[in-house]
């Protein structure tokens, strides 16, 4: 077939952009692809054709609502079109990475501060949103949780296929060059790639470090209160996400000495290396790709039923699931975590080994069974 495969972002440290360069090789060993996207930041496979989107991509909402106006001016003729979520108005197949009534109802219940941007556009994006997913042939949900919010949200139940993302390969997280003894490598000892991280961050040697990853609205103020609470425990916070709020928030908790502020990495796997375990009590995620990522660096991940990802996690074992009271249950977790190395090296074995069992070769498998079930269509 020939295939047209379109994102904002072709770029490895971009969520929905790592899913697309994770596939697009895998798909191109079978189809003919031709990859549309506004930023390429990621190598292309030999004979993907590459088709430039002219987009303002300087702010979320910019890029949202010019990527589908300007992908409508260059788009070519395909036996089938796979799109990232709403980035255009036609497509026969379309991964949800997120469904936007109901982040906007999990951000409501949190009362977590909407920007002007989603306020005002929100509602639009949300009607197109739904609108494209219940026009596609065949949808993909990242996890069994996406799937009822698409039937709850926007009423389509029939052809919808989870497919849950895959878990980075070992020792090369994320596309990284950083050599990881705790995701495999023999290169250093675990203590000596734990040493070497943290004196690449700049981080203190010896202090316990919960780290967290991403979007800020997603749990920060939850695991800033947890961390407070338990004394010798430091917070390491990696995230593209404005740092005024949160260093604000850590002055008035009187914690600004315990939290260390590492802002955007292209590669965040010396974090993961670095920290001692992750917290990530989010509020709403599809997956939730950075615990996936931590999991396969063979970090203990702390998350909630919220994240999709959950969906592969046994708590206990290969991981933390908060349960009832997010505040309550992130702190349970941090207290035992800060004090049992014992229990964090099981859980991070179980991560590692929880981690080798979902490939990116598996979800392309999937993935190309259900572009067959939308060219039958």
């Given amino acids: 077939m020939n295939v047209g495969i379109a994102v904002h972002q072709y770029a490895a440290s971009e969520g929905t952009g790592g899913y697309v360069v994770e596939l697009l090789p895998r798909i191109a060993r079978v189809h003919r692809v031709t990859l549309y996207a506004a930023r390429i930041a990621a190598p292309v496979p030999p004979g993907v054709q590459v088709v430039r989107v002219p987009a303002v991509m300087g702010r979320a909402y910019s890029a949202i609502l010019s990527f589908p106006l300007g992908l409508r001016l260059v788009r070519q003729a395909h036996d089938l079109f796979h799109v990232q979520g709403w980035i255009s108005s036609s497509a026969d197949v379309v991964t949800a990475h997120i469904v936007m009534a109901a982040w906007r109802e999990a951000a409501r219940a949190a009362r977590i501060a909407t920007p002007l941007g989603e306020r005002t556009l929100g509602p639009f994006v949300q009607e197109r949103e739904a609108s494209l997913l219940r026009r596609a042939r065949r949808v993909i949900a990242p996890s ?79 695991a ?130 929880a981690a080798r069992r979902r490939t990116w070769d598996d979800v392309a498998t999937e993935t190309l069974a259900v572009y067959q079930e939308a060219a039958r269509r």
């Fill in 144 to 222: 069994a949780k996406v799937r009822d919010e698409i039937a709850r949200w926007y009423g389509r139940s029939d052809g919808v296929s989870v497919v849950h993302h895959g878990f980075p390969g070992v020792g090369d997280a994320r596309g990284s060059g950083w050599v990881s003894s705790r995701a495999g490598s023999s290169a250093r000892t675990a203590d000596e790639d734990h040493s070497h991280a943290r004196r690449t961050l700049a981080l203190p040697p010896d202090a316990i470090i919960a780290l967290f990853v991403g979007d800020l609205r997603k749990g920060v103020d939850t």
């Fill in 224 to 353: 800033l209160e947890a961390v407070r609470q338990v004394p010798g425990v430091r917070l390491a916070v990696v995230s593209r996400s404005a740092r005024g709020p949160v260093m604000e928030r850590a002055e008035r908790a009187g914690m600004l000495d315990r939290l260390d502020w590492i802002g955007a990495l292209e590669d965040t796997a010396p974090a993961y290396d670095a920290a001692d375990f992750l917290l990530h009590p989010t509020i709403y995620d599809a997956f939730g790709l950075v615990v996936a990522e931590a999991m396969a660096h063979g970090l203990p991940a702390v998350t909630t039923r919220a994240a999709g990802i959950a969906e592969l996690i046994r708590h206990g074992e290969s991981g933390w699931l908060v349960e009832g009271d997010p505040a309550a249950g992130t702190l349970a977790a941090v207290r035992a975590l800060a004090q049992d190395a014992g229990l964090r090296q099981r859980l991070g074995a179980g991560a590692r080994t």
